[in-house]
């Protein structure tokens, strides 16, 4: 499998959200200038990384810890990196230095979160060495990657962006307690229970500002929340007060936590089982090559609750709501949601172009046998082509089918004719970035 596009796609949390959801196992290798990053993944969680800079090494961590001093980092470097965690096992205990190196994956993840640009490829083949009892949730890394690399602008223009309101979706994130929430960020999250408005965030003070915003963020990348933009800005008369409450469902506790006012908490008390199951238990022993169940983020103790949300009634959907619906399951690689959501569109809107394309796409994308899905799709697709005044959305899919299946010219040329018809089409200027790099078939 072979995924890959630009930082300034989407959201960046959202491109991890997705290789969480989508369990992958494999490396993702970022580039930026003439820096190099590189995320592993092993079944959606995260077991080792790499990033420019010492702080971000093994030894970086622990001489930034006061745990080395300079000579004994200068010797330990000079080992082969293999030995290396075999001496440093002799300076410090092994629970200690497995603590470090879970740190030091952490803080190399979460500095991908102050990249503004970059091209990015997910491959099957990993190059950096993995440790049992690293695996870490991609929950907990995007929340404090936020928190640690973005400004309160370009935060505040990015939740912007999702939406002018959030409410946790029925299905919850069973995974919750390994994001390393403690109390106040859990009181966020009861709170998205019932929704919170930009409008609120603006009223808590700049610090629960910046938390709730961050959860808001994280959630928002993982699929958990609803983003509902308005239709209109509400209209206020001028010299009147601003009618927008300073916050019915977020208030302060005494020690300046953050708990919804009108609801109950809806997160069981610790002991309480946990839903979330590692896709593979036995593959967790220590004897294992890769520990499949995650483990808190190393920078924060783990919340012992589960987020339990109680199912909404939704309201009837047009086909026009669907075709979103199913465009952003389709940006968040949630397959079926989008096969779902565009086939009902498409029962509502049987003549419209642009739903039969991504209806098409999405069939493809959710194929087990993708050269044997590639013929059905290939027909609707060039139907689409053919009948639409401005077929940028058909071209496009027909590369990217293309693409998957190795069939690298005929991808070429449906992003050049996707290109012609809009300049500016920013994954078809990357997708032809990395074809032109390539010599012969892409490996998938």
């Avoid at 820096?35 to 790499?50: P, Q």
Wanted: hydrophobic residues 45%; contains cysteine.
């Amino acid at each position: 499998m072979l995924i890959r596009g630009a930082i300034q796609d989407r959201l960046w949390g959202k491109t991890l959200g997705a290789l969480c959801r989508r369990a992958v196992t494999g490396q993702l290798e970022i580039r930026s200038g003439s820096d190099s990053y590189k995320v592993v993944f092993d079944g959606g969680h995260v077991v080792a990384a790499s990033a420019p800079g010492s702080a971000t090494t093994l030894l970086g961590v622990a001489f930034g810890q006061e745990l080395l001093d300079v000579t004994q980092v200068a010797e330990l470097e000079m080992l082969p990196l293999e030995d290396r965690e075999a001496a440093l096992a002799n300076v410090l205990p092994a629970e200690q230095v497995l603590r470090l190196r879970r740190q030091a994956i952490a803080g190399a993840a979460t500095r991908t979160f102050a990249l503004l640009e970059g091209d990015f490829e997910f491959i099957a083949e990993v190059t950096l060495p993995v440790v049992p009892g690293t695996a870490m949730h991609v929950g907990g890394l995007i929340y404090h990657g936020v928190l640690a690399h973005l400004d309160d602008d370009r935060l505040a223009s990015i939740l912007q962006e999702l939406g002018t309101s959030f409410r946790s979706i029925a299905e919850g994130i069973p995974d919750l307690p390994y994001f390393g929430f403690g109390e106040s960020e859990l009181g966020v999250v009861r709170a998205l229970v019932d929704g919170i408005s930009l409008a609120q965030l603006a009223h808590l003070p700049a610090t629960e500002r910046r938390i709730a915003s961050a959860i808001v963020y994280t959630l928002a990348s993982l699929g958990a929340l609803s983003c509902e933009a308005a239709s209109t800005p509400p209209r206020v008369a001028r010299g009147t007060k601003d009618p927008t409450p300073p916050g019915p469902a977020i208030a302060r506790t005494r020690s300046g936590g953050i708990h919804p006012r009108s609801s109950a908490p809806s997160i069981p008390p610790a002991g309480t089982p946990q839903s979330f199951v590692p896709r593979n238990p036995a593959a967790a022993a220590d004897d294992g090559p890769v520990a499949r169940t995650p483990t808190p983020p190393a920078f924060a103790p783990r919340a012992s609750s589960s987020l339990s949300i109680p199912p909404r009634q939704e309201p009837a959907e047009d086909a026009a709501t669907l075709y979103k619906k199913g465009q952003a399951a389709l940006r968040d690689s949630r397959l079926e949601d989008a096969v779902l959501a565009l086939t009902r569109a498409s029962e509502l809107a049987p003549e419209d172009l642009e739903v039969k394309a991504a209806l098409a796409w999405a069939r493809f994308c959710a194929a087990a046998n993708k050269p044997a899905a590639a013929d059905a799709a290939r027909q609707i697709l060039g139907q689409v082509a053919h009948k639409h005044e401005r077929p940028v959305l058909a071209h496009y899919y027909l590369g990217m089918v293309e693409r998957i299946i190795g069939r690298n010219a005929a991808a070429l040329a449906h992003f050049h004719e996707v290109l012609e018809l809009d300049p500016a089409h920013r994954e078809a200027s990357t997708e032809l970035r990395f074809l032109s790099r390539s010599s012969g078939p892409i490996k998938r």
